[in-house]
């Protein structure tokens, strides 16, 4: 059935099959009809994945990755890997295809142990770049522990290994703790193996 629709400009349209308005005007649903939508309102041209780094690194505060240290002589062994695949030392050398990156990659992440992840492989497009990734340390410690090497201000204390109560441990009243409707929640599943938690009851008894 034909449709009556209103186009940018306020007017009415009828008398065609499938017809919408849009803000480019009124543009037909059907398979046959042109696309006139042009790639700029798609994608922006020569987009690197800006945003979508972002998102990943707004993310991945304190995710799960093995520490990394990389050895003295790293960079002369990522030299000789490029060499031996792509027949070239220069730092500016660009991967010419997805396969010779793959290789590149597999060969250093085998030699290495050390993979680049999903969110920095955009950003690995030449010889320097995978240079300076493999010669970048990671420390997985997190802030906490990072301040027993600090030398901390006289009036600041900080206590490691702080007490918790469980009921299970914690036996000398019955296992009843002095707040008796709070629970103890450990948030994420590695914190959860490093901290039991329990679910008080909110009504008595409290054991």
């Not at 492989?121 to 300076?132: A, D, F, N, R």
Request: proline share 8%.
């Amino acid at each position: 059935p034909d449709l009556l629709v209103l186009g940018t400009d306020g007017r009415k349209t009828s008398g065609v099959p499938a017809y919408l308005a849009t803000t480019h005007g009124v543009n037909r649903l059907s398979s046959s009809a042109p696309d006139t939508t042009s790639q700029d309102d798609i994608l922006p041209p020569n987009r690197r994945f800006s945003f979508d780094a972002e998102s990943l690194a707004s993310r991945g505060y304190l995710r799960s990755q093995m520490p990394y240290s990389p050895p003295e002589d790293i960079e002369n062994e990522v030299l000789r890997i490029c060499k031996e695949l792509l027949k070239s030392t220069d730092l500016h050398t660009p991967f010419k295809d997805a396969n010779t990156k793959f290789m590149v990659l597999a060969e250093c992440s085998k030699a290495y142990n050390h993979t680049v992840p999903n969110s920095l492989m955009h950003k690995i497009t030449s010889i320097g770049e995978l240079v300076t990734f493999y010669k970048t340390p990671i420390n997985t410690t997190v802030p906490l522990n990072m301040m027993k090497e600090f030398d901390l201000p006289k009036n600041l204390h900080v206590i490691y290994k702080y007490t918790r109560f469980h009921p299970e441990t914690d036996t000398m009243f019955g296992g009843v703790s002095a707040y008796t409707k709070d629970s103890t929640i450990v948030p994420g599943l590695k914190n959860k193996k490093r901290y039991p938690g329990y679910q008080a009851r909110s009504t008595w008894p409290y054991q």
